[in-house]
């Protein structure tokens, strides 16, 4: 089975653009998670989404968004990008349930300049 | 709110020497655990996860967790350390709230084993 799938793998930004983030999860997961992962926050949950529908949300501002497709594939969006983006941006995709893990893709490094 | 602690940023452990990562959790309600691994320029792979019965769980890799109510711990051991076992290791909670869960993760324990 194939796994959790990101594109592009590496990105580089100007402050102000905004940029699109894609993830293919592991065929027949449902739920799809992004988290950001910098050396001084670590690992910070975004969102999740379930059936297409935003089940939880972290405290990021209104600027990160996503979405998901009937398909199960996922986008985030950054808009008006800034320097303290610049982050490891990672997707997780899983059954859905509390009890099942959480399986990750090789994340996107994106670098705003 | 949930949180996860990792007290120890890097611990050194010599090839062949059982291992020790600590992790303690703070929740309201049964908590998920969850240990995963991440090497450089890798995404984080899962090792194990405590749900419900047995405290001492079996994992990937030779690794295994003991899931400890009373101190609110689920520390992640090995009884013999390998080189190969260097990385990165992260130990996560997980609670419903509703119908949804979220993962929240320690700040992450840098393992360093030598020959």
């Known amino acids: 089975k194939a796994g959790v799938t990101q594109t592009p793998r590496y990105l580089i930004k100007t402050r102000g653009q905004q940029v699109t983030l894609s993830c293919s999860p592991i065929?027949?997961?449902?739920?799809v998670s992004w988290y950001q992962q910098t050396p001084g926050q670590g690992l910070q949950f975004l969102f999740e989404?379930?059936?297409?529908?935003?089940?939880n949300k972290g405290n990021f501002p209104g600027r990160f968004s996503g979405r998901q497709f009937s398909n199960s594939r996922s986008e985030m969006n950054v808009s008006t990008l800034e320097l303290g983006d610049s982050a490891l941006y990672l997707c997780?995709?899983?059954?859905?349930?509390?009890?099942?893990?959480?399986?990750f893709g090789p994340g996107t490094r994106l670098t705003v300049t | 709110a949930q949180s996860v602690a990792q007290p120890e940023d890097q611990v050194n452990v010599a090839e062949g020497n059982p291992l020790t990562v600590k992790c303690t959790y703070s929740?309201?309600?049964?908590?998920?655990l969850f240990w995963y691994v991440q090497y450089p320029n890798r995404g984080l792979q899962f090792l194990l996860k405590y749900i419900t019965g047995d405290n001492l769980v079996k994992g990937s890799y030779g690794f295994e967790a003991e899931f400890n109510k009373s101190q609110t711990s689920f520390h992640l051991k090995k009884p013999s350390a390998l080189v190969s076992d260097s990385a990165l290791y992260f130990c996560?909670?997980?609670?419903?709230?509703?119908?949804?869960?979220?993962?929240?993760f320690g700040t992450g324990t840098r393992l360093q084993v030598t020959l």
């Open positions: 989404y379930f059936s297409e529908t935003q089940r």
């Open positions: 065929s027949g997961h449902r739920s």
């Open positions: 996560a909670v997980s609670v419903l709230t509703g119908t949804a869960s979220k993962l929240t």
């Open positions: 997780a995709s899983s059954h859905g349930q509390v009890s099942y893990e959480q399986y």
């Open positions: 929740v309201s309600g049964n908590p998920y």
